[in-house]
């Protein structure tokens, strides 16, 4: 009696036109499961969501490097202080932390020569357009605007971010659910951030 054989008789490979018929009927149903998403409300509310992320953090970069909205303060106390280096015959002031007389507090990133402003002087502080947060301050008999430092991480975010949903909405992965998601929820989290900054 022969003894039966457990092996699988050998596959045939699949022709070049069997190989790209699958390929094609794969593309059509990705393409039929992009079109149905699109279709659905939380494509069309998070895509809502992500540019208004987007024009926030574009505006917080605007605000940072050109203009912003400057409400004046009257100064109370300065505090100084002094970095290691000289420039030419003067120490270079490394911050300076301004009261004003409404009780906030200004810790300012100066790492220059400056003329210091005195009490009861004025002190105009800017805001972004949008959120209104406080990103530089600037006062009688200074040259340019010098930036608060608790506001360095609205830039950094705006622009890790911004740059991110850029790319993700270049590669049109904002028309893949995982994708949309994800970056909504790391945006809301930024936009949270905001809040709390």
Known sequence: MPAESNKRPPRQPLSPE??????KI?????QIKIEKFKQTRSYKYLNVFNVICITIYTEIIF???????FQTYTIDSIATYYGESIIGTKRELS??????????EYDVGVRDT???PKVNDKLSVGRDWILQKEIKVKWQGSGKAYYIKRSFPLL????????????????????NSYSLNVISFI????I????LL
């Open 95 to 104: 911050s300076i932390v301004f009261k004003t007389t409404t009780g906030k």
């Open 156 to 175: 950094f975010i705006s622009i890790l971010l911004g740059i991110v949903s850029f790319v993700l909405f270049g590669y049109n992965l904002n028309q």
């Open 187 to 190: 945006n809301t989290l930024s």
């Open 114 to 116: 400056v003329i210091l």
């Open 18 to 23: 069997e190989v790209q018929e699958i390929i």
């Open 192 to 195: 949270l951030s905001f809040f």
């Open 63 to 69: 605000a940072f490097l050109y203009s912003c909205a």
């Open 26 to 30: 794969k593309k059509l149903k990705q």
